[in-house]
C-alpha cells in the first residue's frame, strides 16, 4: 500500500500512525494474518517511514491476509477507516521480491517560505561542487557525524510563483543508505557550506521512493513488478 500524510497529520509519528492503522484494520474487517505464538501481531510491515513534522505522498506499508481481497475495495475500506490526512492511496497485490529492496531512493521537495531563490541557488551550487560534506545529527546512539553530499543525486531550486512571497523550492533525489540523509541533513550542508539559513521552518514533503534510475537521477514506481506479476497471473 502506498499511503500519504498531509496536513496537521504530518506531525504523526511512525509509532502513532502504526497504532492508527491497527485500529483501521479492525475497523475495516479486513481478514489479516497474525504471528504466531503467544501474543499474536497482524502481519504489517512498514518500509522507511518518513521524520515526523514531513507531509509524504509516499509512505509504503505490507500487510498479510489469509483470503483473497480486491486491492480496490481493500482502499476504499481503509480510507475511510482512516482519519482525514491520512489516505490510502494506492494498494496492489503483492508479487516477488521485498518491497523495501526497490526502495532505493526518495524525491524530496522542500519548500523555504523567505529565502531568495538567487541565494537558494547559490547555495546549492557550493554544495553540489562539494565531494562531501559532513554534518551533525543527534542519533539514538548519539552525536553522530557523517557526509551527508554522497547521497544526493539530484538537488535544484525553482520558485514558487503561487506563494505569493519570496520562497525558494528545493527538489531534491536522495539516494537511501545507512544512516539515511534526511532534508533536515542537506540544509545543514547549505548552512555549513553556504550560511543559507530560512526564517520560518521548512516545509518538506517526500514526493516518491523507489528504484534509482541511474541515467535520469529519476525515482520509479516500485509497484511495477507487482502489476507486471498480476498481468501475468491474468494472462495464464
Known sequence: MRYAKRGRLRFTSHRDFGRAFERA???????????????????????NASPTGAASEAEYVEIGVVESCDPADVRARLDDALPAGLDILEV????????????????????????????????????????????????KRGMRAFDCRAAVVRLSVRTDEAAGQMCAILDVVVRHGTPAVRPDDILAGLREIAGLEAPVPPLQTRLAQGP????????????????????????R
Open 25 to 47: 484494520l479492525r475497523r475495516a474487517g479486513l481478514p489479516m494474518a497474525y504471528s504466531s505464538g503467544f501474543n499474536p501481531h497482524p502481519r504489517i510491515s512498514y518500509a
Open 92 to 139: 496492489v497485490v503483492a508479487g516477488p521480491g521485498a518491497l523495501a529492496d526497490r526502495l532505493e531512493a526518495g524525491r524530496w521537495r522542500v519548500a523555504l517560505p523567505g529565502v531568495d531563490p538567487a541565494l537558494a541557488e547559490d547555495a546549492v551550487a557550493a554544495f553540489l561542487a562539494e565531494t562531501s560534506v559532513d554534518v551533525q545529527r543527534m542519533t
Open 212 to 235: 534509482l534510475d541511474p541515467e535520469t537521477a529519476g525515482v520509479g514506481d516500485p509497484f511495477g513488478p507487482d502489476r507486471d506479476a498480476q498481468a501475468d497471473a491474468g494472462d
